[in-house]
């Protein structure tokens, strides 16, 4: 299992290009089951997660080729990604396969709007919460489908189509959200999604949607209106840049300090997170070509912060907040409110030498002077990464344990915090 050696204390200077979003990239990939005609995905990153949904839909008959590794030895692009759903072959999805990644559940919108059927393993739990699906399938009840759990699966039929309806969520939901706009784009008449999530990454598949003959209005707000069509068509859509990966960096860098350009990243889409890092002492300034964020002399200032929905503060980013925080001159407070069980990284930062209390959802961090470089592993993407950011601060060596969370999420992660001059190689075996 491969491991990332990590010595601290180098600033980062340079240049770090962001990769297309994962949470983007997944729900578009999933839309390809929407039509026989070809959907041409460009800057998709290079994830663990990417192969294997590739791998899910190949199982439903999805005809999927990767393209364009790279330009240039250093220049590193997104993959163009070519579906083609031209006969679905299996309207199931199977247990071994959707327990690899809970995204992969989504696939019941587009199987039971174009073929009325499907069925479909549920997710189950993981690390960071139980994780239900209660309000995906109430919106796809809404529609007219007929929903049965029979053995671990969502057995969904609507072998009449679906039919347009309100469905109103009473919590925000991404993933319930996708759900009810792929399932809606071919029903018969108009749905309207009240409390919908405005997450960019939404509206990019809503987007995407649109250029393949949806029709969707409201895009960014909580109210989306889908006119159903009897066939939506092929085109090419080029994933939103991923403002996870970008505030990542940001805070690498808020961390380290130093001077680093985000190249490609969309201030727009993360304001609340570059607000939080101004307040921490970051200089960040919005350029043509993406985002610059600098700290120099000036020590970390703690902060308060609560996860939202958007335009609120990423749940995405709550653990790369806290491993920032560990070295804040002062006390911090995180707290946690859409996932109940997203604080895995907590004792791992302590192995390092954070003092961070939880109560409850919150989480007090005593920022330290000094962190020690420690063994340290996590049990989720971001908790993982927490780890990184506050290993490059700290004093000696740390090995981060279990890359491959960090794998389904951070496209070459090492390669582009080496080239800004951190000390951080992948060791593999
Ligand atoms: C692949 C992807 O895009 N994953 C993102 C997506 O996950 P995902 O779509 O799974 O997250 P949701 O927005 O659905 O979850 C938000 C909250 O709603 C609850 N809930 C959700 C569905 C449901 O049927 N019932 C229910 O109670 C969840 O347990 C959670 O407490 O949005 C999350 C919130 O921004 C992000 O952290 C994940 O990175
Ligand atoms: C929780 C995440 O992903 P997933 O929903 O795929 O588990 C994430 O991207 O932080």
Redesign the pocket.
């Known amino acids: 299992m491969d491991r990332i050696r990590i010595t601290g204390g180098r600033e980062l200077n340079g240049t770090i290009p962001i990769s297309g979003a ?2 983007a990239a ?1 729900p578009l990939m999933i839309a390809s089951l929407l039509t026989e005609d070809e959907l041409t995905l460009t800057n998709v990153p290079r994830l663990s997660d990417v192969s294997n949904l590739a791998r899910i839909l190949g199982n439903h008959g999805v005809d999927v080729t990767i393209a364009g590794k790279r330009s240039g030895d250093d220049v590193l692009m997104g993959q163009t990604v070519r579906l083609a759903a031209r006969s679905i072959v299996d309207t199931t999805a199977p247990y071994e396969l959707v327990s690899t990644m ?2 992969s559940f989504w696939v019941i919108a587009p199987l039971v709007a174009r073929m009325g059927r499907a069925k479909v393993s549920l997710p189950g739990g993981c690390a960071i ?8 399938l109430m919106a796809l009840e809404r529609l007219g489908a007929k929903i049965e759990i029979d053995a671990g699966y969502a057995v969904c039929e609507a072998p009449n189509g679906l039919k347009g309806a309100e469905i109103d969520f009473g ?6 959200t996708h759900v009810a706009l792929m399932a809606a784009t071919l029903a018969d008449g108009t749905t309207v999604i009240r409390n919908a ?1 405005r ?1 960019p ?1 939404v509206t990019d598949l809503a987007e995407c949607l649109i250029k393949m003959g949806a029709r969707i209005k409201g895009l960014g707000t909580d109210t989306l209106e889908v006119t159903g069509v009897t066939r939506l068509k092929g085109t090419h859509h080029a994933v939103v840049a991923d403002r996870i990966e970008a505030g990542t960096y940001a805070m690498c860098v808020a961390m380290t300090g130093g001077d680093v350009l985000l190249e490609g990243a969309r201030p727009e889409l993360m304001q609340a997170a570059l607000d939080v890092l101004t307040q921490a002492g970051a200089e960040i300034s919005a350029t043509n070509a993406g985002i610059r964020i600098k700290r120099n002399g000036a020590g970390i200032s703690p902060v308060t912060v609560t996860t939202a ?1 958007f335009p609120g503060f ?3 980013l709550q653990a790369q907040l806290m491993g920032l925080m560990t070295r804040a001159q002062g006390t911090s407070r995180i707290t946690e409110t ?2 109940e069980n997203r604080f895995m990284h907590v004792q791992e930062l302590a192995r390092l030498g954070a003092h961070i209390h939880l109560d409850g959802q919150t989480a007090t961090i005593e920022g330290v002077d000094v962190l020690k470089g420690a063994p340290v592993m996590a049990t989720d993407l971001r908790a993982s990464v927490s780890l990184v950011i506050a290993a490059l601060a700290a004093q000696g060596e740390t090995l981060v344990n279990r890359v491959y969370h960090l794998d389904r999420g951070f496209e070459n992660l090492e390669a582009k915090l080496a080239a800004c001059g951190a000390q951080i190689e992948r060791i593999s075996g």
């Open positions: 994962k949470n997944l809970r995204a919460g139980t994780r239900p699906v209660d309000l995906l919590k925000v939901t991404v993933g319930g999530a997450e990454e929905p990423p749940t995405d859409i996932f």
